[in-house]
């Protein structure tokens, strides 16, 4: 398919257990973005990555939360000591083309027990 | 502070009905306004773009206006169909080219047979 994929669908962890959420964007989009969405809010910026250039980290919540992204491609959201608040919806979306568009993935529903 | 606020919070109508979705932004300055459909499970897809210059924008049943002065948005959808239950969700640009969007909480609509 030539969307954006994330992997896991669905994850649940245990109270200060470490999780990784995947994203793999669409081929050639240089731009990716990860955001929380929770209950009834709307999503929340984590971080931003363009092409090879310094990744925008300001919206994430705590030093718990890191993402990277390997060969301007593939990436991995990182949370560790995983907290009952971290619980919600990570999308993830690349950009490209006119108007820097966002396409989306479907997400990966993290709960925390 | 920028913000995004969308209304009705939820709405319920009968199939082939039409109903009309508000969205009333502060973000300042302006560059595009978004509106996208998200399913239950899903990310977001996108519906509309509009500029500033731009006052209406079509897409099948779904139309889009704009009123840059008023910074006031509404999605109209035309003869729902059952398909059309789902989140919609308002999301507004600052400065052209910025990659920081601010994202309405959403109308949760409803389509009954």
């Known amino acids: 398919g030539a969307g954006v994929s994330q992997s896991p669908s669905n994850k649940v962890t245990e109270k200060g257990k470490d999780v990784e959420l995947r994203c793999d964007p669409i081929?050639?989009?240089?731009?990716l973005y990860w955001y929380r969405q929770s209950l009834g809010q709307g999503l929340e910026f984590l971080i931003y990555?363009?092409?090879?250039?310094?990744?925008?980290k300001s919206g994430l919540p705590s030093d718990r939360f890191s993402a990277e992204r390997t060969g301007g491609s593939v990436s991995t959201l990182t949370i560790q000591r995983t907290q009952q608040e971290d619980s919600a919806v990570y999308l993830c979306?690349?950009?490209?083309?006119?108007?820097?568009?966002?396409?989306f993935g479907p997400g990966t529903r993290l709960t925390v027990l | 502070k920028n913000q995004v606020e969308q209304s009705p919070q939820s709405l319920i109508i009968l199939e082939g009905k039409n109903c009309t979705l508000q969205c009333n932004y502060t973000v300042s300055p302006f560059s595009n306004l978004r509106w996208y459909k998200q399913d239950t499970g899903r990310g977001p897809v996108s519906l509309t773009i509009m500029t500033f210059s731009e006052n209406t924008k079509s897409n099948g049943r779904y139309t889009a206006t704009l009123d840059a002065d008023t910074k006031q948005s509404s999605l109209h959808i035309t003869a729902s169909q059952l398909s059309d239950s789902a989140s919609y969700i308002c999301v507004v640009s600052g400065v052209s080219g910025t990659y920081k969007y601010i994202f309405g909480t959403g109308t949760r609509l409803k389509v009954l047979a």
């Open positions: 990555f363009q092409g090879n250039s310094a990744p925008d």
């Open positions: 979306a690349s950009g490209g083309g006119n108007y820097n568009e966002q396409f």
């Open positions: 081929s050639g989009h240089t731009a």
